[in-house]
């Protein structure tokens, strides 16, 4: 109802193959899901997977009130680009709806300049949120797209976990941070088992190394 009054559109779902047989019909803008679902207590976690697998760019927000480090860091795994608990207000959930659509407004404007092109083996493309190590396409959601952005913008130069939440528009707490960071190392080093572009900077934050 808040998401409706706020000028959305707004389609439900109660379980996980509710959710998939709307998706097949046309993939919404922003995806906003709980853990439990219907009687499955977990059902939540299938969904943002299914969902990622279906595209690296919809934007997914977890919304429940789960908020235990282990469930936090399993939605981020699957590719969750945002973790709320439900005890924020109504208005602060349509403010994060509201940030993670305009980032993606943003990057697929038809007049933005490429921010950074090629540095090393990493080639990103701002206006596709594409990024690519190699030649090869590493599969970033939103947020992971614009975090690698802001360090490889400045190779060598150290960002702050508030940093990387001011690129990505997103208010995450540290451990939700570095399970991003996580998750994004591994999928650079599935691609290439040598990659340690992204190095931990301990009580700092995050630096990008370039070695070409």
């Excluded at 990622?52 to 969750?80: M, N």
């Excluded at 403010?95 to 980032?103: G, K, M, P, S």
């Amino acid at each position: 109802m808040a998401l409706n009054r706020a000028g959305y559109e707004i389609l439900g779902a109660s379980s996980v193959d509710h959710a998939l047989q709307q998706v097949e019909q046309a993939l919404p803008d922003v995806a906003v899901i709980d853990i439990g679902l219907g009687r499955d207590a977990d059902a939540g976690f299938e969904l943002c997977r299914k969902l990622r697998s279906r595209s690296s760019r919809l934007p997914i927000l977890f919304l429940t009130a789960r908020d235990d480090e282990i469930d936090v860091i399993s939605g981020l795994r699957l590719g969750a680009d945002d973790y709320l608990s439900k005890n924020i207000s109504l208005s602060e959930l349509v403010a994060r709806v509201q940030t993670v659509l305009r980032r993606v407004d943003a990057y697929a404007a038809e007049d933005i300049e490429m921010a950074l092109h090629r540095v090393g083996q990493l080639e990103l493309d701002t206006e596709r949120l594409l990024a690519r190590w190699s030649g090869q396409t590493v599969q970033l959601t939103v947020t992971e797209f614009q975090m690698i952005v802001c360090l490889a913008s400045r190779p060598g130069q150290v960002k702050s976990r508030a940093q990387l939440m001011q690129a990505a528009g997103v208010v995450l707490d540290d451990q939700t941070i570095t399970a991003h960071i996580k998750r994004m190392r591994r999928k650079f080093e599935a691609l290439d088992s040598s990659f340690d572009a992204i190095a931990t900077e301990y009580g700092l934050g995050y630096r990008w190394i370039d070695h070409s």
